[in-house]
């Protein structure tokens, strides 16, 4: 399949997501089984993420915050990767930025869940960022015939 170099590091970054799946849960579930019982039984009915912060030692919810941002910026990423796929234009340099694009965000998601000093993440997140745009132009620039 022409193009196909890419899918890797799609398949690699989705993969990482689950990975932070299993770590948030790992370590949150416990934690809110270690909360102290309320009278109310229905105590944690309906609780949102906020409220978690407000009752999880903030170094549990930080993994957490993470697995939503891999459902932020990356979700640019799997629809640019599969546009550069289908056009036949995801070898090559493109391939190789993507891998770029998911070692960032790999670094970005263990800053995060373990350190998360913000100039740090910061970095990370517009090194990232910068990677997602020159895949962007690349897809702009094949779709749209502007080379």
């Known amino acids: 399949m022409i193009g196909a ?28 089984m270690r909360l102290p ?4 039984p229905d105590a944690d009915r309906g609780w949102t993420g906020a409220k978690l912060d407000e009752l999880l030692p903030r170094e549990i919810q930080w993994k957490a915050h993470n697995y939503n941002h891999l459902h932020e ?11 550069l796929a289908i056009i036949g234009q995801g070898d090559g340099l493109n391939a190789t930025i993507a891998w770029i694009y998911v070692g960032l965000r790999v670094a970005h998601s263990i800053w995060q869940a373990t350190v998360n000093r913000v100039m740090v993440r910061f970095a990370l997140f517009l090194l ?13 620039m094949a779709v749209f015939g502007w080379y």
């Open 5 to 32: 170099a890419i899918l890797q590091p799609v398949v690699a970054l989705l993969a990482w997501t689950m990975v932070m799946w299993l770590w948030m849960y790992a370590l949150r579930v416990p934690a809110i």
């Open 37 to 40: 019982k309320d009278a109310d």
């Open 73 to 83: 910026a990356p979700t640019l990423f799997y629809a640019v990767a599969l546009v």
């Open 128 to 140: 990232s960022s910068l990677a997602l745009i020159a895949l962007i132009v690349h897809a702009a």
